[in-house]
C-alpha cells in the first residue's frame, strides 16, 4: 500500500464492516465460542497479518470476544502497536479489566472470562512454524491474497488436526471503478498484472483446500463496495452554503482516505510495471482523483470469505 498504513487500515473498518459476509461470520464466531466441544479452557487463535487489530476490536464491539489466547502476528511492528494500544483502550471503555503480562493484554471480561492476546512482530509463516502449532483456529483477514496458496495451507496447518480455518476479505482478481473511463481496462488489468496469480487469490485457495480434502464450508463473497455519493443519491459538492466540501465529507466515515490509498496504490504499482503508457496513465490518476474529490468516485472489489476445516 502506498502511504501511511495505519491510517489506511484505520480507514478501511467501515468498508471491511459492509463487506463481511453473515454465513461466514456466523461459522466463525461459532467456532470461537466451541459450541461443539470442550470450551472450558476458552479457544486459542493464531491471526496472521494482524494489522491494526480490526478483527479483536471487531469482535470486542460486538460483544463476541471469546475468552482464551489470541497470538496477533504481523510484519510491521508500527501497526501492530497501534492496533495492541486501540484494542486496549476500546477493551477498557467497555468495560473490560485490561492488564499486561509481560508484552500480552489480558482482557477480562466483565463476567469473568479472559483472553489472552501475545502480539508478535514477524512473518506469519516462521511466527507459525516457531510456535509449534496446536491452535484451535487460524485467522487471517485480507492477507491471504499476500502468499502463495501453498504457504496459506502450510499456515493453516498451525492449526491442530480438525482445526478451522477463517479467511475474510480474501481478494479475487476483480476491481471495478466506476463512472467508467476509456483507460479502465488497461489500468485495471496492469494493475491485476502486478499481483501474485493476477489476485485470484480466493478462487484459488478453495481450489487447493479442496485438491487437499476439504472444501470450504463457506465460500461466500464479501466485496469492497464503496459507492459514490452521487449514487447514494447525496450532493457530493454542493453543501448548499456555495461551498466544496471535498472527498472528506462526501464520503462515510474515513473512506475518501481509503479510496485515495487504493488509488496512489494502483497508479505507483501500474507505472512501476510500465505496462500502460505515462500519458494514459496520468491521465486517468487525474481524472479519478478529481472524481474522488467530487465524491463522483465509485469503487468495488470482489473478495471472498472462506471458512472451513483445516485440510
Ligand atoms: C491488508 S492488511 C490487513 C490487516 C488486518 N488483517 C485487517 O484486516 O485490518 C495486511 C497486513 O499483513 C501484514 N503482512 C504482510 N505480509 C506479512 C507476513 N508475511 N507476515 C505477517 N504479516 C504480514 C501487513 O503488514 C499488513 O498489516
Known sequence: MEGDDVAYLEAARTVDARAHSDAATDAFRAALRNDEGDSS????????????????????????????????????????????????????????????????????????????????????????????????????????????????????????????????????????????????????????????????AATLLAERFGEAGSPPSVDARSDWVVEAATDRGEEAEDDGKGTDR????????????FLRTLLDTVVAAVRESGAVADATLSGWAETRGSQLERGELGYVAVNRDLFGRVP
Open 246 to 257: 471535498g472527498a472528506g465529507a462526501a464520503y462515510p466515515a474515513g473512506e475518501a482516505a
Open 41 to 200: 479452557g476458552g479457544v486459542a487463535v493464531f491471526e496472521a497479518g494482524a494489522g491494526t487489530c480490526g478483527m479483536l476490536r471487531r469482535l470486542l464491539a460486538d460483544g463476541a470476544l471469546p475468552a482464551g489466547e489470541w497470538v496477533a502476528v504481523d510484519a510491521d511492528e508500527r501497526v501492530l502497536s497501534a492496533g495492541r494500544e486501540r484494542l486496549r483502550a476500546e477493551a477498557g471503555a467497555a468495560g473490560y479489566a485490561v492488564a499486561e503480562a509481560d508484552d500480552d493484554l489480558l482482557l477480562r471480561d466483565p463476567d469473568g472470562g479472559v483472553l489472552r492476546v501475545r502480539f508478535a512482530v514477524g512473518d506469519a509463516r516462521t511466527v507459525a512454524a516457531d510456535r509449534g502449532g496446536g491452535f484451535d483456529g487460524v485467522v487471517a483477514r485480507s492477507f491471504a491474497d499476500l502468499l502463495d496458496p501453498d504457504d496459506v495451507l502450510g499456515l493453516l496447518r498451525t492449526a491442530a488436526p480438525g482445526g478451522w480455518y477463517h479467511l475474510p476479505l480474501t481478494f479475487d482478481g476483480e476491481t471495478r471503478v466506476s463512472p467508467p473511463h476509456p483507460a479502465d481496462d488497461p489500468v485495471i488489468e496492469a494493475f491485476h498484472g502486478t499481483m501474485r496469480n493476477r489476485g485470484r
